[in-house]
T-cell receptor
Framework: EDKVVQSPLSLVVHEGDTVTLNCSYE??????LLWYKQEKKAPTFLFML????IEKKSGRLSSILDKKELSSILNITATQTGDSAIYLC?????????FGAGTILRVKS | EAGVTQSPTHLIKTRGQQATLRCSPI?????VYWYQQALGLGLQFLLW???????NRGNFPPRFSGRQFPNYSSELNVNALELEDSALYLC???????????FGPGTRLLVL
């Protein structure tokens, strides 16, 4: 049962490109939506989103939640090879985090 | 501040054996979560411990069990290992509710 669906599954871009990663979900009674970056092993926290329409930014990364569309996007501008990773989206509900399968991003130099 | 630590980093077992994985949360965090990440799959929630109690459990058989100690560290035990248990097992900690979790480096379990 796929409650959190990420797209695309994988993406290859060149340095300097801008990418948009998508996360869509089915549940409506969630507490928060989170984005993580996983490079080798441990996912590292990027953003937590709780309110619709409010953009969170950190450097070249930004994310926004659209509760009406049941989705969130993660934008990365001016991509660098160090952005190559798996990007995970997760929903907090039912006393747990439910993760999507992730988007594999590869940035070529 | 030290992050979440896990041991061992790698573990090789044979079918039918038992595996014990360990996790120490960030100092001050009371909640510990366990996830399984099999090759090509996303993180699958296994267990959540908070203040020594099991708070929630994912859709895994009972041979996956664990506990949380008074110092908030945790163990994950997998009994009667099967080949498909081969995966990266990640531990995460948070202050209380599942919200923002911080992950450890994981234990890679290989079942032969």
């Amino acid at each position: 049962e796929d409650k959190v669906v990420q797209s695309p599954l994988s993406l290859v871009v060149h340095e300097g490109d801008t990418v948009t990663l998508n996360c869509s979900y089915e549940v409506t009674n969630f507490r928060s939506l989170l984005w993580y970056k996983q490079e080798k092993k441990a996912p590292t926290f990027l953003f937590m989103l709780t309110s619709s329409g409010i953009e969170k930014k950190s450097g070249r990364l930004s994310s926004i939640l659209d509760k009406k569309e049941l989705s969130s996007i993660l934008n990365i501008t001016a991509t660098q090879t160090g952005d190559s990773a798996i990007y995970l989206c997760a929903l907090e509900y039912g006393n747990k985090l439910v993760f999507g399968a992730g988007t594999i991003l590869r940035v070529k130099s | 501040e030290a992050g979440v630590t896990q041991s061992p980093t790698h573990l090789i077992k044979t079918r039918g054996q038992q595996a014990t994985l360990r996790c120490s949360p960030i100092s001050g965090h009371t909640s510990v979560y366990w996830y399984q990440q099999a090759l090509g799959l996303g993180l699958q929630f296994l267990l959540w411990y908070d203040e020594g109690e099991e708070r929630n459990r994912g859709n895994f058989p009972p041979r996956f069990s664990g506990r949380q100690f008074p110092n908030y560290s945790s163990e994950l035990n997998v009994n009667a290992l099967e080949l498909e248990d081969s995966a990266l097992y990640l531990c995460a900690s948070s202050l209380s509710r599942p919200g923002t979790q911080y992950f450890g480096p994981g234990t890679r379990l290989l079942v032969l």
